[in-house]
């Protein structure tokens, strides 16, 4: 563990006072799993610019440390190595957290492919963990599932009472069967009375700190568009999808946590604005003013053929919708992969 004594301390209670201190919400603590990702860097700089104290879990599997770099040092945050499929450290069993943001699980394709027992495990055993924790301290825990339970889907849009078109054996399986079972469990815990629990499930999301080589097709897309490298589209570029900027989505994220009229119900948050692969790549060509080639590749088993959020229940819940279009939230992903933050782009995968 790498948080300091002095923080810890500060921040343990003995249990007895725990349910007081949640109850009148004296406390702004929240442990961020999965802190050291794309999406989750980004929350840890939002709660800790919003005054709260973050601790941040992660195994670094698929994040990296260069994410959270500028918070080292950063009085309000502490990082803790760890795998949430292992034993919680005890130090960290006696925090009082009151919310829990619970991120922790590869998200792109190649990556939770790449050793899927594993990622069956984290969304399984880990989610499970987590909510022990939020039973045992009294948070709220927050869940970020995701549009994948919808599998490829047979509606369209997906609002959040279809059940899905998913494959259980497909190599998608273990991240979206996994996040069904994720949500399963949090309902489980929550109908139980064990936890207080909140359910976000995320549609495409992009921006700055995507890692440039994990495959997703904005990292690649803009990657290989300022190397100069051939641009790759999966199948005939057809398949639709609805990418939202990654600061609209921790707006969602932050309203969903504190929202107690979206109690009991899974949320979609993404941007309604689908667009067709080839449309984003015509996008991107565009923009960078690329002179690479766009070449086929084939379709990946099980890849949805269409897909756009139905965000009725978010703007009806928390009054939440995007404010970021997608030719601005891309303008600021090629600056920010342009820049000399973004570590090593030339790598991007083809
Ligand atoms: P990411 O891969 O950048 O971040 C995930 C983080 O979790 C990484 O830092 C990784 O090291 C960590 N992690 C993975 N397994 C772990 C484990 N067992 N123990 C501890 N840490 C672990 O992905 P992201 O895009 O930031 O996604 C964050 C969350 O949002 C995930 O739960 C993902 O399923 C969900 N989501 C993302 C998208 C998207 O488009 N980015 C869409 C839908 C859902
Ligand atoms: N894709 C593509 N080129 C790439 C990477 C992905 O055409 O270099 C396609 C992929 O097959 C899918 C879509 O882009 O149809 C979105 O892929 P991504 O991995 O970003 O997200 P997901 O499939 O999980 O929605």
């Not at 795998?83 to 619970?102: G, M, Q, S």
């Not at 998913?166 to 399963?184: F, H, I, L, Q, S």
């Not at 960078?288 to 819940?317: E, H």
Request: charged fraction near 25%; hydrophobic fraction near 35%; aromatic fraction near 6%.
């Amino acid at each position: 563990i790498s948080c300091s004594g002095g923080f810890l301390a500060a921040c343990a209670l003995p249990v007895t006072a725990q349910e007081s201190c949640v109850k009148n919400g004296s406390e702004r603590f929240a442990l961020v799993t999965g802190g050291g990702g794309f999406i989750g860097s980004h929350l840890c700089d939002r709660l800790i610019a919003d005054g709260v104290r973050v601790v941040c879990v992660d195994s670094f599997r698929t994040g990296r440390r260069s994410n959270l770099a500028h918070l080292e040092g950063n009085p309000a945050f502490r990082l803790v190595e760890h795998d949430v499929i292992d034993e919680l450290p005890a130090e960290l069993k006696r925090l009082r957290f009151t919310r829990i943001y619970h991120l922790a699980c590869p998200a792109s394709p190649p990556h939770y492919q790449e050793d899927p027992e594993h990622t069956m495990m984290t969304n399984v055993v880990g989610t499970r963990n987590m909510l022990r924790l939020a039973e045992s301290v009294g948070a709220r825990l927050l869940l970020t599932s995701t549009s994948e339970v919808y599998g490829d889907p047979e509606v369209h849009p997906q609002n959040e009472d279809y059940r899905g078109w998913v494959n259980c054996t497909g190599p998608r399986a273990c991240y979206d069967e996994g996040k069904r079972a994720a949500e399963t469990l949090a309902f489980d815990f929550r109908r139980a009375g064990r936890a207080d629990v909140r359910i976000a499930r995320l549609f495409n999301t992009y921006g700055p700190r995507m890692h440039e080589d994990d495959g997703r097709v904005v990292s690649n897309v803009v990657c290989q568009a300022l190397a100069g490298d051939d641009i790759t589209i999966y199948g005939d570029g057809s398949q639709t999808r609805s990418f939202c900027y990654v600061e609209d989505i921790v707006d969602g994220l932050l309203q969903l946590m504190e929202s107690e009229k979206a109690d009991g119900v899974p949320v979609n948050l993404g941007n309604p604005d689908e667009m067709t692969v080839k449309a984003l790549v015509d996008l991107v060509v565009e923009m960078t003013g690329t002179a690479s080639r766009v070449v086929l590749r084939p379709l990946p088993q099980d890849d949805p053929r269409r897909r756009k959020p139905d965000i009725g229940r978010a703007r009806d819940l928390l009054g939440w919708e995007p404010t970021i279009d997608v030719r601005d939230g891309l303008a600021r992903t090629i600056a920010w992969f342009s820049s000399a933050e973004a570590p090593g782009w030339g790598t991007a995968a083809a």
